[in-house]
């Protein structure tokens, strides 16, 4: 497993549980700069909780899209995320890197409720210039199984990735790059999926805590067709927003309630082992962050300033990139791709 890469371009591919994305990325100018985005449909049920249910289905609807995008995705970086992939902070002796490397599946064995035999292991020496005796390290362990079905998948649909990363990693390197406020204080990532939220917990702009939340936007489309006899197209117009449903605050709300429960608890769970400072502040994204009035609604829950994020106000696209896409429409399903595709050289 690999979180860094150097390409002139790079292509971000997000295999989520409702839609398949695409970013492709031009590093050879003075800033990167957005040269295609494409989005396609899955099936529904194809992906159900993070779990492929219909491999082949997913590797010729990934095929489709990258032949029909016109993308040649020589840099390709994907990712891995859900309940096999563990993030976390760790103190350890202090030593040299190389060392550390030697050491870190005896260190892990501690801190990672998996087979030590089973599963990927990676790091990052979080003060590496200190002089204490101990040292933080950001531990990443993931299941080998979950590392070798992504890659099968992928050649399946003919790609060979350049690099995997880790879904909250590459959250992260968006909204940095976007959102340099994030190195300051305590912040909460949040991405809103089609089934599940991610909660990304940073500290001084470092993730250092993950959750995952079993909330999306299928669940409010779910209660719209249940509770209001609204066929799946009403529904999913009431939940982007094309058309107006005098009581959709009530099922936003109620699934804003998880939501806000969740980050409530990593948010205390941090305060106990970190520093103990609060959170000061929440961004979302994922294609649950359109759904209207969420972010307003969270906001209100958590006493927080919360916003939608722009995964795009510091990095250009080029004209015509996104066609035919509404690119506001779709900015907030983007942010994982595109923080895929910024890995720069």
Known sequence: MAFFGRSKSSTGLDIGSGFIKLVQ???SG??????????????????????????????????????????????????????DVIIKKITMERMAEDDARQVLPFEAERHVPFDPQSVELDFQILDPEGDGAKMDVLLVAAKRDLVQDKLALLSDAGLQPRVVDVDAFALHNAFEHNHPEVRDGVTALVNVGHEM???????AGIPILTRDIPFGSRRIREDLQRERGLTAEEAEEAVQGRARLSDLDAFVDRGV?????????????????????????????????????????????LGIET??????ERVPVRPGAAEPLNLDEAAPMLQLPLGLALRSP
Not at 53 to 66: F, G, H, I, N
Not at 197 to 203: A, E, F, G, H, P
Not at 307 to 312: D, I, L, M, T
């Open 307 to 312: 916003r939608v994020a722009n995964p795009f």
């Open 197 to 203: 939220t991610n909660v990304n917990i940073l500290v």
């Open 257 to 301: 309630e998880d939501v806000a429960m969740g980050i409530e608890r990593a948010a205390a769970f941090l305060m106990t082992e970190d520093s103990g400072e609060s959170l000061g502040r929440v961004f979302l994204s994922g294609g649950g962050a359109r759904i209207p009035g969420l972010a307003e609604a969270l906001g209100r829950r």
């Open 25 to 27: 990325v031009d590093h």
């Open 30 to 83: 003075d800033r990167p700069e957005v040269t295609r985005v494409a989005i396609r449909p899955l099936l529904p049920d194809a992906i159900v909780e993070g779990e492929v249910m219909d491999p082949s289905l997913v590797a010729r609807t990934v095929k489709e899209l990258v032949d029909d995008s016109g993308i040649r995705p020589d840099g390709l970086v994907a990712s891995i995320g859900g309940h």
